[in-house]
Every structure is written in C-alpha cells, then in structure tokens.
C-alpha cells in the first residue's frame, strides 16, 4: 500500500512539473505583431488565406508554429495576399528560426529592426515589390542557412558585410536592379555556400581578382545580366563540383578552357551559356556517364557542322543553340522536349531522325535555308508537340492533312515559305486550340531563361514565361490559295490568326465572331471580295486588324471593338468598294452633309451667346482702329519732329529695298 502511494505522489509530482512548464497559448505580445500582418491582406473572394487567424491562441493559426513555450519560431505566409509594408515591429519575433513572407504584394523597404531576429536560420522574401536596398542589419544575423530576396525592386549596392555570414548555405538576390561593384570581400567568410544566384536589371559588376580562389565551393551557380567579362573568370575552374551553371548575358567574349567544358558536360545537369561572345570548344568526345538535361548555348559562336559531342548526350531533354553559325544537322535524340535551332545556316532536307524524338514539345527552325516538302510527320509519331516554327525557309508543297493530327498544337509558324494549295478544313482537329479546357489544363514546364521567337500581334516578339499561353497560326507570306475554311474559325482559342500575303480568294466567313479569344486578325493583300461582316465587331479582344488591298465592297461593319482600332483608315486601304466610315465614301443612301445648315440647326444657347460676343468684339475693333488712325495723323500734324523723323525713316526704308532689288 505505501508503495503505491509513493508512486501516486510521484507521478502527481510529475504532472505538477508538467503542467508549470506548459504555456497554453501563444505569447500575448508576439500575437500581437501577428496581428499587424491581419491588417495588411487583400481580401481574396475565393480564398481567405487568414480565415484560421481568430481565437487567443495564435500557434493553431495557419502558417504560425511555436514552441513549447509558445513563442512563435515559423511564420511561413507564402501566397497569402498581402500588401502594404513589412510590419516595423517584425523585430519582437526574436525566437524565430524561419520567416517566409514571399509570393505576396509588400512594399517599401526591408525593416532595419530585423537585426534583432538573431535566431533566424532561413529568410525568404522573394516574389514581392520591395524596394530600397539590403540593409546592412542582415549581416548581424550571424545564423543564417538561406537568404532569398529575388524579383523584387531593390537596388543600390550590395553590402560587403554580407560576406561574413559563414553559415550560409542558398543566396538568391536575383531579379533586382544592383548597381555598382561585387568583389571578393562579398565572399570573404561564405565558406557554406553551394548556390549563389545574381542578376540585375541595372549596371552590376563582377570585379575579382583573376588569381581569386573562392573559399566556397558551388553546386549552382546563376549569373545573369551584369559584367563578368571580357575574360572567361578562371575562378570557376577551381569549381569542382557544379551541377548547374547559368552566365547568360554576362559580356563573357573569351574562349572557354576545353578540359573545363567537358568536365562540366559530363558532371552537369544544366548549362546555360547563351548571350554571350563565347568561342566553345568542340570536345571529340565526353564521358557516357552524363545526366545533362539543358544545354543552352545560343547567341554565341559555334560555326560549321553540328558539334558531335551534343549527339553523346542521351538524358538532354532541351537544346537551344540558335543564332550560332551551325550549318548541318544532329543525330537522333530520343529524349528532347525543346529544340531550338533559330537563325542559324541550316541547309537542305529536314533530318527525318527528328520524328524520333517523340518527347518533343517545341520545335523552331525558323530563319534558315532549309528546302524541303512540309514534313509529314502525324500526330501519332509527335504527340505532346506544341510549338512548331518552320517559317522563313523554303518549304514547298502544300500543308500536310498529317498537321491535322497534332492535338496539343498551340503555334503553328509556316510564314515566309513558298507553299502552295488549300488550308486543310481539318484544322478543326487542333483540339488544344478549339477546346478552352485547353488553356487551362497547360501545365507545360518551360526554362524560364528560355526565348521562343514568334511573329505574333505584327511583330516579332520572345515569348518566355508567356509561352504557354500563346496560340497562334501564321501562314503569311506564301501561295496558298482557296477559299478561308469555315472550319478554321472553330479555333476559338486562337490570339493570333495571319493569313496575309498570299492568294486566298472569296468571301469572309460570316462565323469569325466565334473566335472570342482573337487578338490580332490580317487578312490583307489577298484577293477577298463581298461585304465585310459584322461578326467581326463581336471581337471584343480584338486589338489589331487589317483587310486592306483585297476586293471587297459594301458598307464597313461598326460597333463594339471596331470603334476603338488604331489607324482605322489603313485597315481598309486598297479596297475602292467600301463605303462608309472610316472613309470618306458615302454609301447609297446616305444623306448629303449640309455643314451650314446642320450647324444652325445644332446650335444651342450658349452658341447663340458665343455669336453675339464676337459680333460686338468685331464691331468695337473697327471704330477703335479708327480713332487710333487719327490720332496718329494727329500726332505727325502738329508735332513737326515726329512728322520728319518719320518720314526720314520711310526714305531709308525705301532706299534700301530698292537696292536689295537691284542687287
């Protein structure tokens, strides 16, 4: 019995000490400050991220963890649609371990009271709109393993104390707009650091010593957007252990060291050298143990035949090599997902080894030499490609029905060609550009560093992120002739539809109203002819259109989107059977203008009260020019100086202008 009491009074013991050193609850003051970042939301319709943020204890709150002691040690608020500055008193969260405030819509600068978040191990900021520069008080954070403050608007300096944080292991302070230098004291201590992300879109350079060993050593490294150059950094070379590297756009004009570049294609699984000057070296041969998935070398110098090295990398899944001076094709590549070879001096026949890379989403030879028939290939052989760019070449014959196939198309670029024939009525079929799940459903995961030029909107514009929302056909610039299939305009989906320059003839379909998505409509220099129909002032995007130098007639529609066109005049240039406005032909019908008339008859009462003002303005100016007239003569009458000096002053006049004449 007495030993049971004994364990009784040992486990109330025990409670007792259990409950004491439990807080139930988060800490009154810290819940507080919480609340500041409630007052910041905007208020989302369909989602309140804060809709958990009620009640005493703020530790159950979405995004908040804490302690034993309820002091809070997480505050991840990604994605909750907040705006406004960064609370000033952030700073009384001094048992913090990780602050994500990123994805959402902060202001203003980085508060300087951070300094006291001493135990901050992981600070995340990016994907807002701070502005200001880094504060120095962030190299007082003497713990920190992760610091992202990318795409945002900061700028000025980057601080040198910054390389004093020996800890750090992630530094992203890319996508901002850095000024000034970056030298080997912004390292001097990042003895932790495996990834070192930089760029600007201001004036930043990288200025190290050129016998400069860094006492970190890399994983990642992206530098983009500032001066690195003009010589290749031999720093890298003592990198032994990168697996993705970024300089692009770096003013690098040097050639690469060849042991360096094979080293890296056989370890790496990203490189991306583009916008460069660089001469790459051509490698006889790499290790067969590579897992590159990226090699982006565009804008750089890589004359003469495909280097054969490139056909040894079995994992690479994107290759953008355009703008480089090659002139002849690769192998097979089963796994490429993006193919880039614009602007280069490709000639000949296309390789049918492409339709073997049945994994292919983009594929954009745009702007070479090729002569060739319109590849046939189906939708069966390619069936996840998306972007097909065949234009400024010499392909000829007529648009394959295989096209038809290619249920994921979204661009299909054949301009500048010289095809000939009908558009397939079977154009239907391109389900991703008539369904609208379609546009929603795209998940396609692009490089974000990567360009897909395309002649869209009249211009040629690089699409990057906003690849996957592009749906575009671009058949210009040929002979194709027929008739526009009624069938085509089921491409509801469309932005961008350029039919023009080539010998379409008849009538405008009636149903182009049911392309509600349509941006950009040419249709001109073809033969067309009728009316033009008023289904197109349904087009409630619609911010460019041309029909001009066809044969058609009747009245221009109006209303709606056709009202607000910029250049209304030249839309319809070169047809002499329109009528109406914009031009200046009237349509049968039409009454005469009777400008005299109409304006008498339109005239208000403040119109009448403007005509009687200037009837008496224009009877005071006559009499008051008379008695200034007199009082002139009057003047020269009875002032005997005034009568000679000016007079005197008419002699010279006179003289002069009749030597100036016999001159």
């Known amino acids: 019995m007495q030993k049971l009491m004994n364990y009784l009074v040992l486990a109330y013991a025990l409670f007792l000490l259990v409950s004491s050193s439990c807080v139930c609850g988060c800490i009154e003051s810290e819940k507080q400050v919480l609340l500041h970042f409630n007052e910041s939301r905007v208020i989302d319709p369909n989602y309140d991220s804060m809709s958990s943020w009620f009640g005493d204890d703020c530790c159950s709150w979405e995004g908040i963890q804490c302690n034993n002691d309820g002091h809070v040690i997480t505050l991840d608020l990604l994605g909750f649609s907040l705006t406004g500055p960064i609370p000033e008193n952030i700073g009384k969260l001094t048992f913090l371990n990780s602050l994500k405030l990123l994805q959402n819509h902060f202001q203003g600068p980085i508060p300087s009271t951070i300094r006291n978040l001493t135990s ?376 961008n539809l350029n039919l023009a320059r080539n010998n379409l003839f008849g009538r405008i379909p009636d149903k182009f109203g049911k392309m509600e998505q349509l941006e950009y409509l040419d249709l001109s220099r073809n033969k067309l002819f009728g009316s033009i129909p008023q289904s197109l002032s349904e087009l409630k995007f619609l911010i460019h259109l041309n029909l001009s130098f066809n044969d058609l007639s009747g009245r221009i529609p109006t209303g709606n989107q056709l009202q607000v066109l910029d250049n209304p005049s030249s839309i319809y240039t070169g047809n002499n059977q329109l009528c109406g406005r914009p031009t200046l032909k009237l349509c049968a019908g039409d009454p005469e203008p009777h400008e005299g008339l109409d304006n008498k008859k339109a005239g208000s009462d403040s119109g009448s009260n403007s005509d009687d003002e200037r009837v008496w303005i224009y009877a005071g100016i006559g009499p008051g020019l008379l008695v200034g007239f007199l009082g002139f003569c009057a003047s020269l009458h009875f002032n005997r100086s005034w009568r000679q000096s000016y007079f005197h002053f008419d002699k010279i006049a006179l003289v002069f202008a009749l030597s100036r004449k016999k001159f």
């Open 120 to 495: 901050l191990f992981a600070l995340d900021l990016r994907l807002n709109n701070l502005n200001g520069s880094l504060p120095e008080s962030l190299c007082q954070l003497s713990k920190l393993e992760r610091l992202d403050v990318s795409s945002n608007q900061l700028s000025g300096s980057i601080p040198k104390c910054i390389g004093g944080l020996s800890n750090l292991d992630y530094l992203d302070i890319s996508s901002n707009s850095w000024e000034g230098l970056i030298s080997e004291q912004h390292f001097f201590n990042l003895t932790s650091l495996t990834s070192l992300y930089i760029s600007s879109k201001s004036n930043l350079v990288f200025n190290v010593d050129s016998e400069w060993i860094p006492p970190f050593q890399l994983v990642d490294l992206y530098l983009e957007s500032m001066n690195v150059g003009p010589r290749f950094p031999l720093w890298l070379l003592t990198q032994r252990y990168i697996e993705g590297i970024t300089l692009r756009n770096t003013s690098i004009s040097d050639t690469i060291p060849a042991d360096w570049f094979v080293s890296l294609l056989s370890r790496a699984d990203t490189v991306e050298l583009s916008d460069n000057d660089i001469n790459l070296p051509r490698p006889s041969s790499i290790p067969a143990t590579n897992k590159m998935s990226l090699l982006a070398l565009s804008n750089n110098h890589l004359s003469g035949d495909f280097p054969a090295y490139i056909c040894n990398l079995t994992s690479l899944s994107m290759l953008l090599l355009s703008n480089t001076n090659i002139s002849d094709f690769l192998g097979s590549l089963r796994y490429l997902s993006f193919l880039n070879l614009h602007n280069n001096k490709f000639e000949g026949e296309l390789p049918p080894s492409i339709q073997n890379s049945t994994e292919l989403v983009v594929f954009d030879v745009g702007n070479n030499k090729l002569r060739d028939t319109l590849p046939p290939w189906t939708g069966e052989q390619l069936p996840k490609l998306m972007f097909l760019v065949l234009r400024g070449n010499h392909f000829y014959g007529s648009i394959p029905k295989q096209f038809c196939n290619y249920s994921s198309l979204q661009v299909l670029n054949l301009a500048g060609n010289h095809i000939t024939g009908n558009l397939p009525p079977c154009f239907n079929n391109l389900t991703a550009m008539t369904t609208t799940s379609a546009i929603n459903n795209n998940h396609l995961s692009l490089y974000v560093g990567e360009r897909l030029i395309e002649n869209a909107k009249g211009l040629e514009l690089e699409y990057t992120s906003t690849l996957n929302f592009l749906f575009s056909i671009d058949v210009s610039n040929n002979n194709i002739s027929g008739e526009i299939p009624e069938e085509l305009m089921c491409l509801r989906n469309l932005l």
